[in-house]
């Protein structure tokens, strides 16, 4: 786990500490300040607080040194949302020169905004209760907890969840650890990514609970090692439900391939997860994988580095969706990136019923023999599937997916999105290699950095960039050829 970087520096805690208390102080003024503005009397006002709270892998302690921070901002009945969040607070960031980076998410489910604080990313949503004031120790399981409207509800229950499996799971220091390993696995093996259809954190970290419940005493090689043998078998559709949760109203939807119920209230149910036939089928060969590597844990010389190894895309898939996007910044890139992204899905299903399967890599590649700044996707295709002019009608459809919300009409001018069909085959003998293999060769291709929360695997960058480096001239003849 040292040697790969999976858990912080005391440097890089202390950082992280540092931010969540520059936040916790400015959101402190920020409330006083809409306090003022509201009018409130001035004797209240030195007292009124509002709090933040952690989430995500930082509130669960088991972030890496690149993980971004999730971080709930909880305010009084008198400070809004649209306004005083999106706002007010925005421009009292702007004004700070730590702060860098500020986007505003307002019609995702959970509203938020994101931003770089001393270089740090943060996730920042917020929930409003009907309070006059909200103090740090704030008990959100409270019966009489007054929440202003559904969307903090939304926001409040990732903090929900995470304090339940807390209190859930028998020994805190190996469900971090034991979670670290299967993070790292998931992100190796391609099956790490909410949007992409595969696991999210979230969906990993109750897996993780459920196995530390079952084995409150186990090691975390026993851990990890039970956690393949149980999820290898396991009989899906059947919900995982950690012991101790209240169980909901509601069944799963029936369309959830692997439905993993949040341990808290009824009223968040199940985990949103956009898993379909093919990255059902991924998964689960990867959890078989992972299995009959991981049985023979127990012998001596057992070497745990297979079970991480990346996943070789190019001995596995005869052609690839490459999916090319660039912009004119590096800020504007991440905001282009994440439209698309939102895009993905269906992508993904229509290339899954006209091939059968389509293997989504989430890794985020950067071409360099190009000047503009650029992210790259590849995702594997079925060598049994249809042929390549099918393909290049799902490409307009997509195109016209991308292109049809697209919320500014001076973007799609300035950022770019080619999708194109590479063969395998066309890849240099040499070259095709398995991942790990050719090490030396020069990386044109590095995983991008133009958003710290796409940084992280930056593991992977040894690994795959090598084979497509001098396929590169290739590789364009081919896009032109196939249009
Ligand atoms: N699909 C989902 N369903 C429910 N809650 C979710 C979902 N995705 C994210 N969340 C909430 O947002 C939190 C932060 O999500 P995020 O994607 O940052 O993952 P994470 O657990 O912090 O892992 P990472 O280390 O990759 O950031 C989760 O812990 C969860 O509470
Ligand atoms: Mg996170
Ligand atoms: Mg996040």
Redesign the pocket.
Known sequence: MASEGLEPTPEEERKRKDVMEQLKQIILEWVRKVAWQRHLPKEQISSITATILA???YGLGV?GSN??I?ALCVGPYFATLEEDFFIVLRSMLQSRPEVSDIHCVKSAKVPLMRFKLNGISV?FPYAQLCASSVPDDVDLFSPNLAVADETSWRSLS?VL??KRILQLVPHLKNFQSMLRCIKLWARRRGVYS?VLGFF???HL?ILAAYVCQRLPNGSINALVTFFFENFSVWPWPKPVILQGSSIPFRHPDGRSLMPIMMPCSSQFGW???NITKSTYRKIKDELQRGYLITRDSGRANFEWSCLFEPFPYTKMYASFVRVFLTAPDDDELGDWVGWVKSRFLSLLLKLETMQGYCDPNPTEYVDHSVSDPNVVFYWGLSPNGSNLTDIISVKEGFMKSVNKDLYSDSRSNRCKIELSIVDSSQFPKSLQLDSGASKGSKACWRIPDYNQQHRRPIIYSPYFPQYFVRYVPERREYDNAVG
């Open positions: 989430y995500g892998s972030y993980s971004d999730d996730d990732g969840v995470n909410h999210g954190g979230i970290a985990c949103n997860s």
